[in-house]
């Protein structure tokens, strides 16, 4: 928090109206899932097929500047030299969020030490139920808690993160909180998917006001056990009770084609240098308050998470807002409390099968 | 491919209940005309977007086949390039617009066909059939 805090101070100080937070490091697209909602893998195999080397890496790191690092991907623990690009991060005192579905996750544990650079944030979307069918993968559930139980035997930091997708059920939400805190996790991210145009599917991404309805059901009444490793202020974005324009450059990526344009969601083209990607990028026409299509239903952490804490280090009443974001963080609603008791119908409880011999039945019965 | 949202829906995208998603028209094996200029962006612009590969003939006929991952328009033809990854290179290499004489999306859409709705109807009827460690594979690198 200390090493974030020093560094926006001195971005500020800079007079840096632009500045990145975190380097989104993608080092390959390959992953052993094919979830639907998914726009990062859609790739042909010599594209899959490729890596950054843990040189490119630094590269990227160093031009960057940002203090944390996420290294998602495809499946990270999928790269040859993984444990070699996590070795020079560290080195280098970079906070690492090393974001995983934790399948190859106690296979591959013994390639790394633990350290308070290090935290593995791992993919969990919700109960098992919910996460097996958001990965599409039966099993991808109890494999990834196994992961996370061995990470936290050997000592290392643990975090999870958690994509929303329309349908999802508030309550279940809620009961992977308690389910994941007492697991021993650090901390808890969230968010909303985003409408990747190159996902599989097209169909159940959250729309803003979808958004907020649902995250204000979620963290609205909040359990004093619950910890999210977010900024406060981001959460309270989420539940419509702030609003922020984007900062699409926070969050800048790297990956095997260059620095893309214009942020981590987003696929506008490639600058071949981080100085290329600021000073080319025509950043007024992202952001759903440009009206860019692309961006109208995002409230993703990579876009707003960083407004949020930008707004924290901007003024004294942004840093007295996160101060009590920080320490009251109940949130009682009583309107909140009656969304939980709304009907939810998770996408995948339709079973087709089933539906087709009940409608079968009902103009049976109705022939009779 | 097509956008996702008409003007009603960025003016409204604070009340948007659910995002509407992007409809993927089918390219593959497509060639298109590229005729006049207008034709000839409009294409390279789809190339851009297409989850496969494409080949593209330049005018001295060398052909080269490829992901397209970026494009850089200018204000001619001669001014704007596409950026792609050839099948069998690591190397980037840039095709300006003006060198292009031919464009044929002749890799597969790695996507098409992988909705949620698939994978949950594929879900049941194997869960119905008994099977067990139930899932849609990742694509096979070979």
Known sequence: MWTVASYVVKQKLARRKRYPLVLMLEPLFRCNLACAGCGKIQYPAHILKKELTPEQCFLAVDECGAPMVSIPGGEPLMHSEIDKIVEGLVARQKYIYLCTNALLLKEKIGLFKPSKYLTFSVHMDGQRQHHDFSVCREGGYDAALEGVKEALKRGFRVTTNTTLFDGADPNSVREFFDEMMDLGVEGMMLSPGYSYDKAPDQKHFLGRARTRKLFKAILSNRKKTWQFNQSPLFLEFLMGKRHYACTPWGMPTYNIFGWQKPCYLLQDGYADTFQELMESTAWQEYGTESGNPKCANCMVHSGYEASAVNETFSSLGGLLATVKATLFTRHQDEHALKLLDEPVHPVHSYNPLVQIEEASNQLEESNA | ?142
């Open chain 2, 1 to 142: 491919m097509t956008g996702p949202a008409d003007a009603k829906t960025i003016k409204d995208a604070d009340s948007l209940e659910v995002a509407p998603g992007f409809a993927h028209e089918k390219l593959e094996g497509w060639v298109p005309d590229l005729a006049g200029e207008e034709e000839v962006r409009q294409a390279l612009e789809k190339a851009f977007d297409y989850r496969g590969d494409v080949t593209i003939t330049r005018r001295d006929g060398s052909k080269i086949e490829g992901y397209v991952f970026d494009r850089r328009t200018g204000k001619t033809l001669a001014d704007s390039a596409v950026r792609l990854f050839p099948k069998d290179s690591d190397k980037k290499v840039s095709v300006p617009y003006s060198e292009i004489a031919a464009l044929a999306f002749t890799g597969r859409d790695t996507a098409a066909g992988k909705s949620f709705e698939a994978w949950v109807r594929k879900y049941w009827e194997k869960k119905a059939a008994g099977e067990k460690n139930i899932g849609i594979q990742a694509e096979a690198l070979e």
